[in-house]
């Protein structure tokens, strides 16, 4: 069973022992979940606002910041403009917890796209490949990172909702699973996608197999029901981090996550 391991950290800048440091890596790496309970995310007073699902754009789950793009929002240049300012906020924190915590991936961590989620986790009408309460790896069918892992800070900011994940089994036995049933990769598709601009950069056989991984978890309704599993509910103020790419998730429930 996937190992969910709390911390007591209350700030985004924690002095961290040497052994934490390392008993931190070892959770994550062994494809754990790290919660901290107590370290929320605090909106300004001005923040709260878009404590609000009106500020979607209703096109995409996520309010997302790539770089200097803001992504699934709308509202006045005003408004959007401290929308950015929040979840830039939030990024600086993150990229500060994991040079705490981690300090040896600190050199070569890459900022990747930040995203505020106003919308309820279920409830939208999606295909099954984009239904994120099954269980599922994070794999982008757009983004191939070949071979980057993906480490994930997740941070519930609602008020008074939790945060309801299913945490499945160990990548390992998910992996044994359906590693057989992913499909052959054809001769040249990889560098046909990126050549009609539906991927950003040319797919490696390792995004191959983690997005066959994916999409074969996803469509297996009998394994979403039978495999093992547990609920994990992060209250609202608590963060938590894991190798999204590794471990098992599926959102049940809950709103205003970053």
Partial sequence: MTQIVSLDFASWQPAVSPDAQQSAVRAVEGGGVLVLPHLAFTLDDHERRFLDARWSDGRAKNISLEGAALKGARGAADDLAQLTRMIVRFATCAADLVTALFPRYAPYAKRARTSYRPQPAVG??????????????????SRPNRGERILRIFCNVNPSEDRVWRVGEEFI??????????????PGEAAMLAAMRLTKGVRSHYDHLMLGLHDCAKADTDYQRRCRQQIVRFAPGTTWICFSDQVMHAAISGQFML
């Fill in 124 to 141: 939208r009408a999606v295909s099954w490949r984009k239904d994120d309460s099954r269980l599922h790896i994070d794999a982008f069918p």
């Fill in 173 to 186: 036995a998910m992996a044994r699973t359906f590693l057989p049933r992913v499909r052959r990769k054809i």
